[in-house]
């Protein structure tokens, strides 16, 4: 296997790599800033879904969702609220949480400062995510207010995500 060629932090080509997370691609809106390091085009993962999520006090890392393939997450920074089956769960720094496929879930910053959790999803079957209406993720700010919205339409209230630098945390 040879090495993938990077471009600003983002393989464009099939292979290996090594890339720092402060020179990878983010992404920022008002939920969240994201690095997601699956690359683009041949080099797309396409068994994993892989990265870090920079996440205000308040905001939540995604709306409250399950999908087809596992989902785990690292804290590695910050306090946080799993919101899991429409129960709450508090979270610090080294918590690791399992979703196996179909489990509804989020995680909300909860402290006076921000979290950032590392998050890796398996890619089982495209299309798979679900939102359901559950109340828990609804007060937090974190769930769809309609079963119906599109994540189109409810990801869309957070503004389209705009590349930037990572965020001043490294």
């Known amino acids: 296997m040879t090495e993938a060629r990077l471009d600003n932090g983002v393989p464009t080509t099939a292979g290996w790599f090594v890339v720092n997370a402060r020179d990878a691609a983010w992404t920022h809106n008002a ?4 690095c997601r390091f699956g690359g683009q085009g ?3 993962f396409d068994q ?3 990265g870090l999520y920079w996440i205000e006090p308040g905001r ?3 709306l409250y969702h399950h999908e087809a393939g596992q989902e785990d997450f690292l804290v590695l920074r910050g306090r946080c609220l799993l919101v899991v089956e429409g129960q709450e769960r508090p979270l610090e720094a080294w918590d690791f949480v399992h979703c196996p496929p179909r489990t509804a879930h989020t995680i909300v910053a909860a402290g006076e400062e921000p979290a950032l959790i590392f998050a890796v999803g398996a890619r089982v079957q495209r299309g798979s995510a679900r939102y359901p209406l559950d109340p828990v993720a609804v007060r937090h700010q974190a769930g769809v207010p309609d079963a119906d ?8 209230a957070f503004g389209a995500p705009r590349p930037g630098p990572a965020p001043p945390i490294f």
């Open 31 to 34: 939920m969240r800033s994201l």
């Open 42 to 44: 041949p080099a797309h």
């Open 48 to 50: 994993l879904g892989v």
């Open 60 to 62: 939540p890392l995604s």
């Open 149 to 156: 919205l599109s994540p189109d339409e409810a990801y869309g």
